[in-house]
């Protein structure tokens, strides 16, 4: 056997759907018991069915049924076969879910101890939820939880922030560069390999937010992997600390990442690694130039024209790629932060708001705790996030109903609108665009203005 044949073997076993509803149980997630029940079935043998099926309308069917499949009603099918690739139905009845998953909440709570639990996540456009499951080890499932979380809006718009704002701006703005650069290329990478979710079952999907989209590779190993690495690398050297607590951090965030993404049923084995290869790659090839951009970003003269410009032309680009999903809005969501920080940051600098410190200074030095440092950045955060609440809550409602009105869409039901390109995206750029910009110019001018900068 050649190489390339033992690594499409290898990339085979690794997609498995087994594989991931085999790690979910073993961290103490399963089906309900209306679904489990199906799993066992398919290990009775064929005299068993026949008494239990005397169905005089069913035995007509297995009788018109081709050699290649039983067609009787309930039959199951076993999880590697070929019908248990393609998604399933919802249990109210209707077409198929998106990558698989079954919609609906469960109404039951399991035997022996173990609870229900839904979705942590639904879907804004479709309204989709994660599926019902029995869980048992419920301290892994709120750490996978909040390992989940890790990559997702609510973390990055609380993160980035708060590195700019308390505690290094340049850093912050640097990771933001690395973060947009990462998961563009991921976004983009899903598109045009276009691999499925993991299938449902075998797979429990407690997860169902991000399901419309593509697997492969996964960006939230990929955000996973990129920030924990480029903040050892940013910090170490600018800041006095041991290197062994980077060296800590960068495996724990990583794996927690990663692993929570297995644990959700929302990527294979197969999806993780290539989310972390793929991340290394980009890290060791761009990585060097994140100096540049960010000090051109500040201080080029028509850098915001160029930055709105660039972000545009690669939004344009990426929607190309492929039909309609709601990665398309994570996609101008990125852009758009990006732009908007980047465009944030050079009027910061021209007006002299956040100063980075001179180099001489170099290594900074943790400064001591007290109550006066301590609650400046108190109130920097809950001012600060405040404001972001209200300029993306403000934005939304101005951005959709105008998009609406622009492309004649209709414009009662909103999620349906969002469902709507023409919507979505003027929504999502312009919005986070708006909020990028006053997370490094209105928030810090707004401090300055109260004394707390």
């Not at 109210?92 to 039951?108: K, T």
């Given at each position: 056997?050649?190489?390339?044949?033992?690594?499409?073997?290898?990339?085979?076993?690794?997609?498995?759907?087994?594989k991931v509803a085999r790690f979910q149980r073993l961290c103490g997630v399963e089906a309900p018991p209306s679904r489990a029940a199906v799993a066992p079935a398919d290990l009775r043998d064929e005299d068993e069915e026949d008494e239990e099926d005397e169905d005089e309308e069913e035995e007509e069917e297995q009788q018109q049924a081709p050699l290649g499949g039983d067609r009787?009603?309930?039959?199951?099918?076993?999880?590697?076969?070929?019908?248990?690739?393609?998604?399933?139905?919802?249990?109210?009845?209707?077409?198929?879910?998106?990558?698989?998953?079954?919609?609906?909440?469960?109404?039951?709570?399991?035997?022996?101890?173990?609870r229900r639990a839904g979705g942590p996540r639904r879907n804004s456009l479709t309204g989709e939820e994660g599926e019902p499951a029995r869980v048992s080890n419920w301290p892994l499932y709120y750490l996978f939880c909040f390992g989940a979380e890790l990559g997702n809006e609510l973390f990055y718009i609380v993160f980035f922030p708060f590195w700019?704002?308390?505690?290094?701006?340049?850093?912050?703005?640097?990771?933001?560069?690395?973060?947009?650069?990462?998961?563009?290329?991921?976004?983009?990478?899903?598109d045009v390999v276009r691999r499925p979710r993991p299938a449902s079952p075998p797979v429990v999907k407690l997860e169902v937010f991000y399901n419309s989209e593509y697997s492969l590779p996964s960006t939230h190993a990929m955000s996973g992997t990129a920030i924990p690495i480029s903040m050892v690398l940013l910090t170490y050297g600018r800041w006095q600390y041991p290197l062994i607590y980077g060296l800590i951090l960068i495996p724990c965030w990583c794996s927690l990442v990663c692993l929570s993404r297995i644990y959700m049923g929302m990527h294979s084995i197969l999806d993780i690694i290539a989310?972390?290869?793929?991340?290394?790659?980009?890290?060791?090839?761009?990585?060097?130039?994140?100096?540049l951009i960010d000090n051109f970003n500040q201080t080029h003269k028509y850098a915001p024209l160029i930055i709105i410009g660039l972000h545009l032309a690669l939004g344009i680009f990426s929607f190309?790629?492929?039909?309609?999903?709601?990665?398309?809005?994570?996609?101008?969501?990125?852009?758009?932060?990006?732009?908007?920080?980047?465009?944030?940051?050079?009027?910061?600098?021209?007006?002299?708001?956040m100063l980075d410190p001179p180099l001489d200074t170099l290594p900074l030095v943790r400064p001591p705790i007290t109550v006066t440092l301590f609650g400046k950045?108190?109130?920097?955060?809950?001012?600060?996030?405040?404001?972001?609440?209200?300029?993306?809550?403000?934005?939304?409602?101005?951005?959709?109903?105008?998009?609406?009105?622009?492309?004649?869409?209709?414009?009662?039901?909103i999620r349906k609108a969002r469902q709507h390109m023409e919507v979505e995206l003027p929504y999502r750029y312009i919005t986070y665009g708006m909020v990028g910009f006053s997370i490094t110019f209105l928030i810090p001018y707004i401090f300055f203005f109260l004394g707390i900068s």
């Open positions: 056997m050649s190489l390339r044949q033992s690594l499409a073997l290898l990339a085979g076993r690794l997609q498995e759907p087994q009787r009603r309930g039959r199951p099918r076993s999880p590697g076969s070929a019908r248990s690739q393609r998604p399933a139905k919802p249990a109210g009845g209707g077409g198929g879910g998106l990558n698989g998953v079954r919609g609906g909440r469960a109404s039951e709570r399991g035997p022996g101890g173990a700019i704002w308390n505690l290094d701006a340049l850093v912050g703005r640097r990771l933001v560069v690395i973060w947009v650069l990462v998961m563009y290329l991921g976004q983009c990478t899903k989310g972390f290869l793929y991340t290394i790659v980009i890290l060791a090839i761009f990585y060097p130039f994140v100096d190309t790629l492929d039909t309609w999903s709601t990665s398309r809005g994570d996609t101008a969501e990125i852009l758009g932060s990006g732009a908007g920080i980047a465009c944030g940051s050079h009027v910061t600098y021209n007006m002299g708001l950045a108190i109130l920097r955060i809950f001012i600060g996030m405040a404001f972001v609440l209200v300029i993306r809550d403000i934005m939304k409602k101005i951005t959709i109903p105008l998009a609406c009105k622009i492309f004649n869409k209709p414009c009662d039901d």
